[in-house]
């Protein structure tokens, strides 16, 4: 009968040494929070904020406006800040590029500048 214990901690050190892990531990607790925030809380707020402008009937120069375009650029400040001094990954965990923060920020800028124009219609 195999020993299992050998076999599981060996199994245990190569998850250790995996790229996954060193990235994990690499980025921290800061990578983790840029992440949450330009994956999903930016974007949440981006949508709070787009609605709230049109709940106030999509008035130019309100306080929700600056928010929400201050708001967009710090999401893509934030996701530049992620992939140059975080260690930020792709979807598919390679290694992003500064080719991967230009396609989001130009797919961010897009689609949240044609939800700023159409709720402020």
Not at 14 to 27: E, I, L
Not at 49 to 72: P, V, Y
Not at 95 to 113: E, G, K, N, Q, Y
């Amino acid at each position: 009968m195999p020993n299992l214990s050998n076999s599981y901690k060996s199994t245990i050190e190569a998850s250790d040494n995996s790229s996954a892990a060193k990235q994990a531990k690499k980025t921290g607790l800061a990578g983790v929070l840029a992440r949450i925030y330009w994956m999903m809380a930016g974007q949440a707020i981006l949508a709070v904020l787009a609605l709230n402008i049109r709940k106030d009937g999509g008035e130019f120069g309100t306080l929700s406006d600056i928010a929400f375009l201050a708001n967009l650029a710090g999401l893509v400040a934030v996701r530049y800040l992620d992939i140059t001094r975080l260690g930020g990954q792709t979807t598919q965990g390679d290694p992003a590029t500064l080719s991967d923060w230009r396609r989001f920020s130009i797919a961010a800028v897009a689609v949240w500048a044609v939800v700023f124009v159409v709720v402020h219609l």
